[in-house]
T-cell receptor
Framework: SQQGEEDPQALSIQEGENATMNCSYK?????LQWYRQNSGRGLVHLIL?????REKHSGRLRVTLDTSKKSSSLLITASRAADTASYFC???????????FGTGTRLQVFP | SAVISQKPSRDICQRGTSLTIQCQVD?????MFWYRQQPGQSLTLIAT?????????ESGFVIDKFPISRPNLTFSTLTVSNMSPEDSSIYLC?????????????FGAGSRLTVL
């Protein structure tokens, strides 16, 4: 399968703590994206990092990309109960419009 | 970004029946994608729906089981045919937007199907 792997599968933290999720993929990519899904609903795009970038920030989100290791991480700082959701990485390649989604991390933030 | 209305939001279906899911976009889009998300799993692409041509199906998905229509640039339907309990999933439509040369997806809220 070309699907990316994410770890951990599940993560439980207290409000105010940081949450880190990791994504590994198998093919050469053009970009890597992170999406959020609340309670089995539709996914919402969070942030995109290109293959020639190493780090990207957006608000409380920080994404890193290591193309030599074919891995990425998403850091959510100062987490809130409202951050409780599933987070998916998705990779885009040069020769197709399709995105391949990772296995996802379920994040639970306790107030 | 595009706003996608998907319906039904959920349904409970009997084995052997078929259900059609509708996806309406508030702007014209070239490519629409249909994904399946089985319980507790990630998203798997079913097919790409392009207006004016046959849908392109991914490995493991066939037109007889998942017929797709794309009559215009703002609408698509996915039918799940002859359903079995294994078809219980969330079905999601999405549209492509190009942001600074990269493809980003906008999703509908999903249709949660339970097959008894």
């Amino acid at each position: 399968s070309q699907q990316g792997e994410e770890d951990p599968q599940a993560l439980s933290i207290q409000e105010g703590e940081n949450a880190t999720m990791n994504c590994s993929y198998k093919t050469s990519i053009n970009n890597l994206q992170w999406y959020r899904q609340n309670s089995g609903r539709g996914l919402v795009h969070l942030i995109l990092i290109r293959s020639n970038e190493r780090e990207k920030h957006s608000g409380r989100l920080r994404v890193t990309l290591d193309t030599s290791k074919k891995s990425s991480s998403l850091l959510i700082t100062a987490s809130r109960a409202a951050d409780t959701a599933s987070y998916f990485c998705a990779t885009g390649t040069y020769n197709t419009d399709k995105l391949i989604f990772g296995t996802g991390t379920r994040l639970q933030v306790f107030p | 970004s595009a706003v996608i209305s998907q319906k039904p939001s959920r349904d409970i279906c009997q084995r052997g029946t078929s259900l059609t899911i509708q996806c309406q976009v508030d702007s014209q889009v070239t490519m629409m994608f249909w994904y399946r998300q089985q319980p507790g799993q990630s998203l798997t692409l079913i097919a790409t729906a392009n207006q004016g041509s046959e849908a392109t199906y991914e490995s493991g998905f066939v037109i007889d089981k998942f017929p797709i229509s794309r009559p215009n640039l703002t609408f698509s339907t996915l039918t799940v045919s002859n359903m079995s309990p294994e078809d219980s999933s969330i079905y999601l439509c999405s549209v492509l937007k190009t942001v600074s040369g990269a493809n980003v997806l906008t999703f509908g809220a999903g249709s949660r199907l339970t097959v008894l």
